[in-house]
């Protein structure tokens, strides 16, 4: 427990320290990122997203996206009956996660990397929407039948980006996500709660700059 509290100490001293703090309004007039849109992978499903960008200074970005993913327990396995159809043994429910992460994001080295390079990192909070609905019954009747829960977590994560023009870059972060349940259990297995709807994800996206 002490060395995870160091890491995350670690991670926010260095994400709120360096040549430009927050409050200063030294703004370079370079491209910035405006929206973006993007999917992402974990280890738990696949999702989309969409997001916005405020610069804060030289160095920061406010960021606050929107993200919509499938949720599997990684205790899932598949199994096929005589007929070759896939069967989830204990599959009680499919889990839908919207999920809104709000934080900022830290540029480095901006002044010593050329190319349209720029790798940064992030920090955050997600308060999310956890809505489950019925595996027994079809994909799209099931949501008649819809139970919502909620989750409450932050993420804390690594990037890069690559600026294509001065309209578009391409984006890829790496982060951890911890996203413990707050409300109503959640169970993808009969029986089998998921504490934690976070983990290792991967964003792809497309940023506008303006």
Not at 46 to 58: L, M, P, S
Request: proline share 4%.
């Amino acid at each position: 427990m002490k060395s995870k509290l160091l890491i995350i100490f670690l991670f926010f001293t260095t994400f709120f320290t360096g040549k430009e703090c927050l409050s200063q309004p030294n703004l370079k007039l370079d491209p910035r990122n405006n929206w973006m849109i993007g999917v992402n992978v974990s280890e738990k499903g696949f999702g989309v997203n969409a997001g916005i960008f405020k610069q804060i200074n030289y160095d920061y970005d406010f960021s606050a996206y929107l993200s919509i993913s499938g949720v599997s327990d990684n205790r899932e396995f598949e199994v096929y009956d005589i007929y070759g159809n896939p069967i989830v043994p204990d599959k009680e429910n499919r889990i839908f996660l919207i999920a809104t992460n709000i934080g900022a994001q830290r540029y480095l080295f901006k002044d010593e990397i050329e190319g349209g390079f720029m790798p940064l990192i992030i920090g955050g909070i997600t308060p999310a929407l956890v809505i489950t609905t019925p595996y027994e019954r079809g994909y799209f009747e099931a949501f008649k039948y819809a139970q919502v829960s909620y989750a409450l977590g932050g993420y804390i994560g690594v990037g890069m980006e690559y600026l294509q023009s001065s309209n578009i870059a391409l984006s890829f972060n790496a982060r951890f996500l911890y996203l413990p349940v707050i409300g109503k259990d959640v169970n993808s297995l009969a029986g089998k709660p998921i504490n934690n709807l976070g983990g290792f994800q991967l964003t792809f996206g497309l940023n506008f700059m303006k």
